[in-house]
């Protein structure tokens, strides 16, 4: 199984940035999918879920109302749509997948691959 995250940047404060994840050498469609940040000295924490199908999605608190993460499993690829950047958004961002089709999102332990990371900054 491989994870490759990309659409990592430098952007100000109140601009967007599109990441991709995209999925090689598994079923993706039978998976969940999670993104996850770490930021300096931080641990690694939960920004959204989403279910096998895309019908079930979960964000963090901080991200609700401006993220919004996506998948085509015609593509293999998972998305996160970042909006309204703060610059506590700053972070390496992980997209990760899921041990199972559904339900926990948010626990790290429920995810057994991860991709390398693509680093978000935001300058204020």
């Known amino acids: 199984v491989q994870l490759q995250a990309s659409g990592g940047g430098l952007v100000q404060a109140g601009g967007s940035l599109r990441l991709s994840c995209a999925a090689s050498g598994l079923t993706f469609g039978n998976y969940a999918m999670g993104w996850f940040r770490q930021a300096p000295g931080k641990e690694r924490e939960f920004v959204a879920g989403?279910?096998?199908?895309?019908?079930?999605?979960y964000y963090a608190d901080s991200v609700k109302g401006r993220f919004t993460i996506s998948r085509d499993n015609a593509k293999n690829t998972m998305y996160l749509q970042m909006n309204s950047l703060k610059p506590e958004d700053t972070a390496v961002y992980y997209c990760?997948?899921?041990?199972?089709?559904?339900?926990?999102?948010?626990?790290?332990?429920?995810?057994?691959?991860w991709g390398q990371g693509t680093l978000v900054t935001v300058s204020s």
């Open positions: 989403i279910s096998w199908s895309g019908g079930t999605i």
């Open positions: 990760a997948k899921s041990t199972y089709s559904s339900g926990s999102y948010s626990s790290k332990a429920d995810y057994d691959y």
